[in-house]
């Protein structure tokens, strides 16, 4: 009898332990999730380690580096004009945005000013880059949050500006295009003209995306109140650019501090937005792009005659100094630091790029959230890899 | 001890505002400084007290944006003019010894790594240029992570890029670099190797054009 009560108790102890191992197994430890380094949602190769607790995330540790190519330490072996064309590949959907705030600097440190039609040249291809830029950003945003058409109507518009630069620059993507006391060249015959109709095509962009994404229910559920900045936060952040007019704070640099560029020169609008969620700064985005084709078309009815370089001497030398300019780039304030020592190469660069200080905020954002809204904070935040890694 | 650029005559009444009230708060703190009118004022303060100055110029000052920390390093390049393009050679020769030694750039210093941090009042506009020395034997300041959250990338930046250490700062983790990396690739000291390897072929670009160039002087 014994040996049945004893087999009896052995089942229920195996029972128990059988139980036991299913609650432990329901029972949430927390996991890592590896998120990247190749995920469509980061624009280059960005790793997010990601410690969960069921589907809430509790700790993100963001891996950069997979592409850092040491421009700070390349451009003191570089003349400055061979810098430009390193600059243009930081961020790489908004390559003539980059090469201006350097210009400008090294123009300060040489006392130099661009003549008045080169500065507006300057102006209508730095927007022209801001619409191209935030054209596929609004597109992306869709096919991150599950909705695949809004990026083949993104391509397909941001093509009708990629060509214009194109025509103007002779590059689609890297114009390398500005140079020391002006630009390269005019614009060519018709370029006006054109350009003009490929706005159009970009507002009927901006209105199909109205309607497409943010008048969209879904899209709205997924963005509204998801990964809240408060401005105070991300001040001290250093968040720049739409990230921190979506938290409501009035800051843009083409009007608060003006660089000789001719922003001065149109009438437009600095959005900004009170709520400081990724909808909030996705809107902000929208309108920033119309704003950019209204500022297009005003500059390229107002062109001022004249030449479009100043004298410069044929081999640059910039005199000793530090100068800091910065600009509102499609991301956000891009700035150049250079201090110079009289010598044909900059002494040092420090590149202040926009998606860095941007991106420095995600583990305090990311940290609470839940994983599918991981990717909808990320590409809310918007950053190119080449930007935070240069 | 002021430096106060004298070539451009315009007022810059915001800016002299800001660097009296400046320099009158915080006393001892600020040890220089430099002012270009109507473009930008520079502050060096002293290592122990950059803390101070970072909470003073946030709560006091209202400088809430935070935009970049970063080091410089004045040493000049061991590597001479293998790290230059051609063209330096040729119209550059008188400046051998005056490289030699190290200056410092704008609000002076007189050690060869200094701090570099900029922050920004957004109701009045101005910027302001905030550097600090970093003394050989320390190596190291206080960190602002406390103060700005967004100098803990900066900082991380700097610590590897420059081997500055920052008191304070939660985890000083390698940014960029891979964990067995050796040495800090900005300092002046640190060969950049592809161009030792192979000169820059872009020197090619600026090569003497045919009408200027003459054979005698070439050869001196």
């Not at chain 1, 801001?130 to 096919?143: A, M, N, P, W, Y």
């Not at chain 2, 210093?109 to 922050?119: N, S």
């Not at chain 2, 600090?132 to 103060?147: E, K, P, R």
């Amino acid at each position: 009898m014994t040996a049945i009560s004893d087999r009896r108790q052995l089942a229920y102890v195996a029972a128990q332990a059988a139980e036991a191992r299913v609650n432990i197994e329901l029972e949430t430890e927390g996991m890592t999730l590896n998120i990247g380094p190749q995920h469509p949602a980061t624009h280059g190769t960005l790793r997010i380690v990601a410690r969960l607790d069921g589907e809430q995330v509790i700790d993100a540790y963001p891996v950069m580096g997979y592409m850092h190519r040491g421009y700070e330490k390349l451009t003191e072996v570089r003349t400055y004009p061979q810098v430009t064309t390193l600059v243009n590949r930081i961020d790489w959907l908004g390559s003539f945005c980059n090469e201006v705030p350097f210009i400008l600097a090294a123009e300060q440190l040489m006392e130099i000013e661009a003549p008045p039609r080169a500065q507006h040249i300057r102006t209508i291809l730095f927007e022209l880059g801001r619409i191209g830029h935030l054209t596929l950003f609004l597109g992306d945003l869709g096919v991150q949050l599950g909705a695949v058409t809004p990026v083949f109507y993104a391509f397909r518009d941001r093509e009708h500006i990629l060509n214009q630069m194109e025509a103007a620059t002779g590059g689609r993507f890297h114009p390398n295009f500005d140079r020391i006391g002006g630009v390269k060249d005019d614009f060519p015959a018709g370029w006006i003209a054109e350009t003009k109709q490929s706005l159009q095509k970009i507002r009927d962009f901006c209105n199909l995306m109205e309607d497409l994404l943010f008048g969209n229910e879904i899209f709205a559920a997924r963005t509204r109140g998801i990964g809240v900045i408060p401005a105070d936060v991300g001040l001290s952040y250093g968040l720049s650019g739409a990230n921190i007019r979506g938290s409501g704070v009035d800051w843009d640099l083409r009007r608060d501090a003006p660089c000789g560029l001719a922003w001065d020169q149109a009438e437009w609008k600095v959005w900004t937005h009170p709520d400081g969620d990724a909808y909030a700064r996705s809107w902000v985005r929208l309108q920033e792009v119309r704003e950019s084709c209204s500022i297009v078309e005003q500059l390229l009815d107002n062109m001022p005659a004249g030449p479009i370089m100043a004298k410069v001497p044929r081999i640059i030398k910039v005199p000793a100094g530090e100068a800091y300019v910065a600009t509102e780039n499609p991301l956000g304030e891009m700035g150049y630091y250079i201090v110079s020592k009289g010598g044909l190469t900059p002494f040092r660069v420090k590149i202040r790029s926009a998606s860095f200080n941007n991106m420095s905020i995600s583990p305090w954002l990311l940290k609470g959230t839940y994983v599918p809204d991981v990717i909808t904070i990320l590409a809310s935040l918007y950053f190119i890899l080449g930007d935070i890694d240069r | 001890m002021t430096d106060t650029a004298e070539a451009p005559e315009v007022a810059d009444e915001a800016r002299e505002a800001l660097l009296e009230a400046v320099t009158s708060e915080l006393g001892d703190a600020v040890v220089q400084h430099h002012l270009l009118p109507g473009k930008d004022l520079w502050i060096r303060v002293a290592n122990d007290a950059f803390t101070e100055v970072g909470e003073y110029l946030k709560d006091r000052q209202r400088f809430r944006y935070f935009s970049y920390l970063s080091a410089i390093d004045w040493l000049p390049s061991p590597f001479g003019r293998s790290h230059e393009a051609m063209a330096d050679e040729a119209d550059d020769a008188g400046s051998e010894e005056e490289a030699e030694e190290m200056v410092s750039g704008y609000a002076g210093g007189d050690t060869r790594f200094q701090i570099l941090a900029r922050v920004y009042n957004l109701t009045t506009g101005l910027g302001l240029n905030v550097k600090a020395d970093i003394s050989d034997d320390a190596m190291s300041i206080s960190s602002w992570t406390g103060i700005y959250p967004g100098a803990s990338w900066h900082e991380r930046e700097a610590h590897e890029m420059f081997g500055i250490g920052f008191s304070g700062h939660p985890n000083l983790d390698a940014l960029y670099l891979p964990g067995d990396f050796e040495g800090n690739p900005l300092r002046k000291d640190f060969p950049l190797l592809a161009r030792l390897v192979k000169p820059w072929p872009g020197i090619v670009d600026v090569e003497l054009m045919p009408s200027d160039e003459n054979p005698e002087d070439q050869a001196s």
